[in-house]
């Protein structure tokens, strides 16, 4: 059985979406054009180290670019466009912000 | 002279290879670097009596080594003597590029700052206040456009004139870990002191076999923000914004190459042009240089070897065997330079980037990631470059499956065989019918590598994380330096294997151990006899097709050469429309060339994955091929 901390790796004890802190969702599910802060990398190792790297710190703020592939997405983050999988969106919480 | 070491590093997308290619012009070699297949361009630059010897390094994002390059790149700086870094950096997005920029700063080696694609900076209304940049960062700043050769001088003056004063460039931490990071400062060789008591607390991987400790991942994260936080700062001080609300180019062609309904049938509709423009435009010049070959230059050579009464038989190998042969692989120079024009130009373009994402939610349902979608379009171009690009693979296993089904993937070396064989026996379809393969290889491709993620390789986590660059207008210069290096590899191949295999093929059909022989008691036609029945289910059980199979292993122009040895016009004596598909199915899936064998070997670094890919794509070959045929003839 998967357990929940494989898929979300260390540094994150929410489990798929529920019981997310008030006011967050997971990337896949956010709409086009909103912007966002980044408020938690559900991923453990090398990965997150790897997103950091691209500019994915903690409270940094980008905007959603494009999300109509059923997770694949497109952000716009410190000037420069990423693709990102399903495989990564899901695993990086938001907070939007007006 | 003075001898200097430079190293150009820069992102992704920057420019780096033209950079470098203008840099050096022809006067540069690639190599590999040791162990790894990835490219090692390294050329040297004589300048006002200093001689440059400058390497360039893999593009990458950082220095940590998560890929293959990143580890390459970083090796390279760390153990030998760099003179100076040449850091190039895309102008037009400095917030990206400039982080990699800090990391080689932190190494305490001296760097110098190519500030490229100037004119896109203006174009975006972006006014940059170089003097200001290079005060802060202590390091010199050159603004350049490499495409038109701007600022070269000025790029060559200062490396030459660079000391070898380290930077006392730092970025401060913050006091909690700035106190770590004088607690850690030690002496190790000659690196940086503070740049080791850095990787320590980011619990390095390397750093780690030195000093043993273990740090609250948390430091890396503050690490990494501090550094963009500083870049956030720098860029407010030295960066003006002169048109606010600049919408370029590359968002309005994103909103329809990326769109959720539109997305995928311009991709398709790409392919199928770039597919059909390859085959008839091509098919123009395979005309005419096959005029060229068989009937003015075969017939002008045989008149002039009976009049010179050369040996019938020495006329024979020369009129049959070598020009018959390599002619018939050099008539298909064109369509492999068409269709290298394409997939180089989709490369540059920064339009695979979108393809890739585009197709992300589709490779996510055989088990892989949008990423791995690009060695396969490569594929169609060679595979061994393809497979080679399979570095860019995060995932182990991913990488592994992106290898075994690449070669399914319809290579330049394999259209030759489609469009000979289309053109006997599908007149006025060609193009159709051999659309038809590709299309059946990629259908093949997918289903093994579902199969495979299903059994071999199964992996929960594939990452997809890819920047996508902005448009660019491919460069004539630098496609057409890409392109004439894949035609003049296809070129020397025919001149040399090929030309080796045409001899050995004429005396194996014109010899036996008695000595001189006909075709049908030949040694070719006895191992071809020995290995036709596996065939004959597959309906070219005939000995000539076998042979032709056989030595199509080396590469796969080779069975056009030899089809034209062989067969000369008798093809519609042997094969039926069925059995001729049937043929090419079998071509198009069974092992790919050697080349393609050896880069399979050494991306693995495996016998067993070698041995394995050579068994498992015959027997597909075999029972795809077979169930073609004996279908068709149900249905015929």
Redesign the interface.
């Known amino acids: 059985m998967k357990t929940n901390n494989r898929k979300h790796g260390r540094g994150c004890a929410y489990r798929n979406n529920c019981a997310l802190p008030e006011g967050c969702v997971f990337l896949n599910n956010v709409k086009e054009n909103t912007s966002v802060e980044l408020e938690e990398l559900c991923s453990n190792g090398r990965l997150r180290r790897k997103l950091q790297e691209m500019g994915l710190t903690k409270g940094v703020r980008f905007t959603v670019i494009n999300n109509t592939h059923d997770g694949p997405v497109v952000i716009n983050v410190r000037g420069s466009k990423l693709a990102l999988g399903l495989g990564m969106s899901e695993k990086i919480m938001v907070k939007k912000f007006a | 002279m003075n001898k200097i070491n430079a190293v150009l590093v820069g992102n992704p997308n920057s420019g780096k290879t033209t950079l470098f290619n203008r840099l050096t012009g022809s006067k540069h070699h690639v190599g590999n670097w040791p162990g790894v297949t990835v490219d090692k361009k390294e050329g040297t630059i004589v300048y006002n009596n200093n001689e440059i010897n400058l390497v360039d390094l893999p593009g990458i994002?950082?220095i940590?080594p998560?890929s293959i390059e990143e580890k390459i790149s970083r090796e390279y700086i760390l153990e030998n003597e760099v003179d100076v870094i040449i850091n190039i950096v895309n102008a037009s997005?400095?917030?990206?590029n400039l982080?990699l920029t800090l990391q080689l700063l932190e190494l305490g080696k001296p760097v110098i700052l190519a500030l490229n694609m100037m004119d896109s900076v203006e174009k975006k209304g972006i006014e940059i206040n170089l003097k200001k940049l290079e005060e802060e960062l202590s390091i010199k700043a050159i603004p350049i456009i490499a495409v038109k050769d701007v600022g070269k001088k000025e790029l060559l003056d200062s490396i030459t004139e660079i000391s070898n004063d380290k930077t006392d460039f730092k970025i401060n931490y913050g006091e909690h870990i700035e106190e770590l990071i004088s607690k850690y400062m030690i002496k190790y060789q000659d690196y940086d002191e503070r740049w080791i008591a850095i990787k320590t607390i980011e619990n390095d991987e390397v750093i780690k076999d030195i000093i043993k400790h273990d740090f609250d991942?948390d430091y890396?994260?503050q690490i990494?923000?501090k550094k963009?936080d500083y870049i956030d700062g720098l860029l407010e001080k030295v960066i003006e914004y002169k048109k606010s609300n600049y919408i370029g180019m590359?968002d309005y062609i994103?909103k329809v190459t990326?769109?959720?309904y539109f997305?995928i049938p311009l991709f398709l509709m790409i392919m199928a042009f770039v597919f059909f423009l390859t085959f008839n435009f091509g098919g123009i010049f395979v005309e005419k240089l096959d005029f060229l070959f068989n009937d003015v230059v075969a017939s002008f050579v045989d008149n002039t070897l009976v009049k010179m009464e050369v040996f019938p038989w020495l006329r024979s190998l020369i009129v049959d065997g070598i020009i018959g042969g390599v002619g018939g692989v050099l008539v298909f120079v064109p369509t492999i330079a068409i269709l290298f024009i394409f997939i180089t130009i989709l490369e540059d373009s920064g339009y695979m980037?979108r393809a890739?994402?585009?197709m992300?939610?589709w490779m996510?349902k055989i088990g892989l990631?949008?990423?791995s979608f690009i060695p396969m379009i490569m594929g169609f171009g060679c595979n061994v470059p393809a497979i080679m690009s399979t570095k860019a693979l995060?995932d182990e296993n991913d990488r592994l499956v992106a290898i075994l089904i690449n070669p399914f993937m319809s290579c330049g070396a394999r259209l030759p065989v489609y469009a000979f064989l289309s053109a006997i026996f599908f007149k006025g379809y060609e193009a159709v019918v051999t659309f038809s393969l590709y299309l059946l290889g990629v259908l093949i491709a997918i289903l093994m590598a579902f199969i495979f993620k299903k059994t071999l390789f199964k992996s929960?986590?594939?990452?997809?994380?890819?920047?996508?660059?902005d448009y660019n207008i491919p460069n004539v210069k630098s496609v057409s330096i890409h392109v004439w290096e894949k035609v003049k590899g296809y070129i020397i191949n025919a001149g040399t294997v090929i030309f080796v295999a045409s001899v050995l093929l004429w005396f194996a059909l014109n010899y036996n151990f008695a000595g001189p022989s006909e075709f049908v008691n030949s040694f070719g036609a006895m191992i071809g006899k020995s290995i036709a029945p596996i065939f004959a289910p597959l309906g070219f059980g005939d000995w000539r097709a076998a042979l032709t199979l056989l030595s199509g292993a080396i590469a796969k122009e080779i069975v056009v050469a030899n089809m034209h040895i062989l067969f000369g016009n008798t093809m519609n004596l042997i094969f039926t429309p069925l059995s001729a598909y049937s043929f090419m199915v079998f071509v198009l899936l069974y092992v790919p060339c050697v080349a393609t064998i050896g880069t399979i070997k050494r991306e693995t670094n495996s016998w067993k994955w070698m041995f394995f890919s050579i068994f498992y794509q015959m027997i597909v070959a075999w029972t795809v091929s077979m169930l073609i045929y004996q279908i068709g003839l149900l249905i015929f």
């Open positions: 994002y950082s940590f998560f997005n400095l917030e990206r982080y991942e890396t994260n990494t923000s963009y590359t994103d990326t769109h959720k997305g980037a890739a994402f585009i992300d939610k996510r990631n949008g990423k995060e929960e986590e594939s990452p997809f994380i890819m920047e996508l660059p």
